[in-house]
Each structure stands twice: as C-alpha cells, then as structure tokens.
C-alpha cells in the first residue's frame, strides 16, 4: 500500500463499485460484494487487494500473482491464475487510473489562510480556498473558490485564477489568466519576460514583452517548467494540455488542446502548435513554426520546419519516423561491414 505518511487511503470498495467507477465489467465468479481494501503492483499484490495488467511483458507477473483481483483485458482472462477475480476492461489503465482516483482521492480545501502569508487588502479569495505560509498574492489578484496556493508561491499583480486549481510550492504567477482545475507543480513560472531583444552593434535592445500568459481548463503543468508571457500577442496553453517537469514554453506559443510536452523539451517563440500533438522529450521547436494537429515528434528531435497534421518525425534535423529509422539502421550497418569498433 502507498505509504500513508503520504496518501490518505479511501475505501474499502465492494468489486461490483469498483468495476463500474472503472467501466469495466466482472469476470466469471468473481464475487461482486467483495470487498477490496486497496490498489498494489501486479507483483506485490496480495489479498485484498486489486492489480492491473496492461503491458504483455508482464503477463508472467500476472499468472503468479497474488493479488485477489486484476483489471486485464478480456483476450488475457484464460491466463490469470486460480481464485483471482477479474475486472474485464478494453483499457486496463485508464480503468485502474479511475479506481486508483477512488481509493487516493484529491483531499478537498479547507478554507485555511496562514496568517504567515501576506494578501494584499485588493486582492479577492474565493471560499474554501487554502493559503499557505509565505504565500504572497499580489494586488488586485483574483483567486477563485476551492484553490490551493502554496507555500513561498508569490502571485502577481492582477493575476486570476479559476476555481479547483492547485498551486504548488516555490511558484511564481505574473501577467497570466489561470483556468479551472490546473494543476500547476513546484517550483513553475509563468508569465516572465520572453527572450526578446532587437540586435544592434551597440549591444542588444531589449523588446518589451507585452502580451500576457492564457492556461485553459483542467491543465497540468510539471514541476520548474517556465511559460514566457507573449510580447504583444499572448502565449496560450489549450484546454487539457499535460506538460511534464522542466519544459521551457517561449513567448507567443500557442498549444493546441490536449497537448502532451515531455520533460525538458523546448518550444521557440511564435510557434502554433495544433490539437493533441505529442511532443517527445528533450525535442527542440525552433520559431515561428506550425505544427499540424495530431503529430508525434519523438525524444531529441530537432523541428525546424513545419509539420503537417498527423506526421511522426523525429532526428536531428527532423525527418519522417520511418526515414529516420531507415537511416539507423543502414548507418549501423555500415559501421559492422567495415569492421569499425566503437572503440577506434
């Protein structure tokens, strides 16, 4: 079980509430008023409580486990081993991420203010919203009901934030408009200057950054991840955009909706990124870009040039997925024909 220094464990569920919270469907005899105490890894489940399978290289795992229920695929019912109970799910993850959501529920606000953070007399709080010590809410900022802003996060001047978002520690919020139910993580800044400056053989003249940041509904946004304010149009984020820890977002980039960014992955100004694009980690997006709506850009890809809808690339510089893999191949070839050791 999770370590409940930690988490606060909901339940126990009876497997019949669990099977409709996932969308799944019970198995054969699987007992629909047992009740089951908790969620645990395929090979440290026991009784009492419920697995997943998703991933086949676990189906060795899975026929020896344990654990007293499993959420599987129907194609892989005839593997589970005696005695377990069976969740049937076409989606085995997104079934246990539901149920796992049950048992590790987000703890709703309190309504607490620390009286050791500072709210300028201006700015307006929703209720049940929880202040945390060394919060500082700048002037003129609104924060709306059940938010979470924590501990040493300053909010800036005339910042909004909707209702149901989280704030984590060490943040800092300026020139930017927040949805409802973000999910902003440590340490992240948002609407600082963007890189803009005009070249001149006196030195550089900095352009200022005059635009602001927009975040749309139910995005979540990684730890130290830094969005950039646009310098006169504005940088937007789409609605139900996942970006993981440590991705640099530059001044005047638009997302899409239902982006995915991975971790340490940059995006250069101006770029327009369409609709559930899926961005690997470490790639680089050089500037003023479009990036069609659907395209997967693997790790360490290199985009300088636009990409059409629906296209998979990747290397450096970025390429179709399939050349890019042709091209490895062939070059590891090449290598063991000569008889070249990577040690030469």
């Not at 009492?48 to 344990?66: H, I, V």
């Not at 945390?132 to 003129?140: F, L, T």
Request: hydrophobic share 40%.
């Amino acid at each position: 079980m999770a370590d409940p220094r930690f988490f606060s464990l909901g339940g126990p569920f009876a497997l019949n509430v669990l099977a409709d919270i996932g969308g799944a469907k019970l198995h054969g005899d699987a007992h629909p008023d047992a009740m089951i105490e908790d969620v645990a890894p395929i090979d440290r489940a026991g009784p009492g409580q419920l697995t997943f399978l998703d991933n086949t290289k676990y189906l060795p795992e899975f026929e020896k486990s344990a654990a007293q229920a499993c959420i599987v695929n129907p194609r892989f019912a005839d593997r589970a081993p005696a005695g377990m109970s069976l969740l049937l799910a076409d989606d085995p993850y997104k079934a246990y991420a539901l149920i796992a959501q049950a048992f590790y529920p987000v703890l709703p606000t309190t309504g607490q203010i620390s009286p050791a953070a500072h709210i300028d007399e201006t700015a307006t709080l929703g209720l049940q919203c929880d202040v945390s010590p060394g919060a500082v809410i700048g002037e003129n900022a609104r924060i709306a009901e059940n938010c979470r802003i924590g501990p040493n996060s300053v909010i800036g001047l005339g910042v909004q934030i909707g209702e149901d978002t989280s704030i984590g520690a060490g943040c800092s919020l300026s020139h930017c408009i927040i949805g409802n139910r973000v999910t902003i993580h440590p340490g992240v800044r948002i609407g600082q200057d963007g890189f803009g400056f005009a070249i001149d053989p006196q030195g550089y003249v900095k352009v200022p950054q005059l635009g602001r940041v927009i975040i749309h509904d139910d995005v979540e946004i990684g730890a130290n991840t830094t969005i950039d304010r646009g310098s006169g149009p504005d940088t937007v984020i789409g609605a139900g955009c996942w970006i993981d820890n440590l991705v640099q977002i530059a001044h005047n980039v638009t997302l899409g909706d239902g982006c995915v960014v991975v971790a340490q992955s940059g995006i250069s100004g101006s770029t327009k990124v369409g609709n559930h694009v899926m961005i690997g980690g470490q790639a680089g997006l050089a500037g003023h870009l479009t990036i069609g709506a659907g395209a997967q850009i693997a790790g360490k890809c290199g985009v300088m040039r636009d990409v059409p809808a629906g296209a998979k690339i990747g290397g450096i510089p970025a390429q179709p997925l399939r050349d890019w893999h042709r091209q490895t191949v062939l070059l590891s070839r090449l290598v063991r024909d000569k008889g070249t050791s990577t040690d030469d």
